[in-house]
């Protein structure tokens, strides 16, 4: 952000040690030993076993006032079912639309993976 608007020489060098130095800038950063490196998951082994779910917003109003999109996808067989949900969806309504789109076809899946979305991890 700096280099935009200003240009000094060694910029790099000074940004760098101030940015180590800085003390609020220490208690924002988040230290090297909390990063945890990432897991792959496991293979599921059936269709419908385990599902992820996720969010996509910013889509023009249809009909219905709809402006987001609630994504099941199966892991194993990469199937998605979609469905077309409101800008501000509670976790109760979450969990009709995954009644109505995946346990009422396929039953209950032994794994939910999601992006811990505060819609989901609420009340879900």
């Known amino acids: 952000m700096v280099s935009r608007d200003f240009h000094w020489p060694r910029q790099y060098e000074f940004v760098r040690k101030y940015v180590r130095d800085c003390e609020v800038c220490?208690?924002?950063?988040?230290?090297?030993?909390?990063?945890?490196?990432?897991?792959?998951?496991?293979?599921?082994?059936?269709?419908?076993?385990?599902?992820?779910?996720?969010?996509?917003?910013g889509f023009p109003k249809d009909f219905h006032k709809n402006t987001g999109i609630l994504v099941f996808g199966d892991r194993f067989s990469k199937m998605v079912r979609l469905v077309a949900v409101p800008g501000s969806i509670?976790?109760?309504?979450?969990?009709?639309?995954?009644?109505?789109?995946?346990?009422?076809?396929?039953g209950l899946p032994r794994e939910l993976v999601s992006d811990r979305d505060s819609r989901l991890t609420a009340e879900f």
């Not at 990063?35 to 385990?50: N, T, Y």
Request: proline residues 12%; charged residues 15%; hydrophobic residues 45%.
């Open 90 to 106: 509670t976790a109760q309504v979450c969990a009709r639309d995954f009644i109505d789109t995946i346990f009422r076809h396929h």
């Open 26 to 57: 220490q208690h924002v950063m988040p230290s090297p030993s909390s990063r945890v490196p990432l897991q792959p998951l496991p293979i599921p082994a059936e269709f419908w076993k385990s599902v992820s779910m996720d969010f996509v917003f």
